[in-house]
């Protein structure tokens, strides 16, 4: 028997409720570690701001000065406060099925709810398998893009949030991040080793592992905490080229020579952290690269009630489609950049 407007919806609106808040959102073609971590981590912010704000602040003014008997003292009045503004961005994704589509399938709409009927189990079968691929499809596909936005720096598309690249960058004393000059504030600059600064690794003398542990010691400076340590496959094989050559770093010193602390593509450091492999660093053409991320103080942002919405827009009159859509609304947002890092390896 024909589905009615009305069931076919509900069937379509519960399996796109499954797909994106389900199971199925967790499953993907290719690993999107970073993408996890920092949903997972992720804020929100009310609707109404024109710009996600910051309020930071990295230069003082006041300082002791010595005195005596009836000198005469001065009175600073410090007025560092910057605010930072990120742009927000609205992301769509979407998928849609003719009613020729569903014929095809020997699939029949009417178009008045007559109340519920029974259904063959072919034809439920049938629209169950041909949404499942469409939904497949906006869930893997929603998924890369984010994924791909998280990680670029916004220029490949100008609706698009800068994401972590426009903010930990390779050229950390150029450019304006948030509304603040990193040329003019030393304070609100990212650590680079990379290009004519990249670090070569060696077995033998431990340039890379020495180097980074020096750097955990700036990057943690001022506060920060840096936990993620995204890397591509080149700079992992140097890395391990070093691990395997002295063993794993403890406290004692390098012990078991010939073994590493290495599983599923990670590499653990005793007092660096745990690195781990993300394959988009490969796709942007950064193999060589690792980054060293606080989350505490670089996040996703996303507007309340905004994140991953799902919609069904009712049936244009002039077509006979039915739309399914999912919308996230927020931005990337710094609030401290000294203790993020880039490294490149030779």
Known sequence: MPFTAQELTNIANAALDFYIKGPAMAQSIQKRPTLEAFKAKQKTFPGGKADIRRNVKGTYTSSFVGYSHDD??????????????????????????????????????????????????????????????????????????????????GTQDAKAFPGILSLVTLTPTVGVKGGIDAGTNVWWRNRALVGGNKITASGTNQTLTKTLRSEVRQLTRYGGRPSLLPAGSAFLDALELEVAEKGIYTQEGFTNKGKTDIGMADISMRGVGSFYYDPTLDDLGMSKFAFFLDPAHLYLDVMDGEDMKTHSPRRPADKYVMYRGLTWTGGMVADQLNCHGVYEVA
Do not use: C, F
């Open 72 to 153: 005469t003292v001065t009175y600073a009045n410090p007025a560092n406060i910057k605010q930072t503004a990120y742009p927000w961005r609205e992301i769509h994704a979407g998928i849609s099925v003719t009613h020729t589509e569903l014929k095809n399938d020997g699939i029949s709409v009417t178009e008045n709810d007559d109340g519920t009927t029974e259904h063959s189990q072919r034809e439920m079968t049938a629209i169950t398998n041909l949404l499942e691929d469409k939904l497949d499809d906006l869930s893997e596909g929603s998924a890369r893009s984010h994924n791909e936005m998280l990680w670029r720096d």
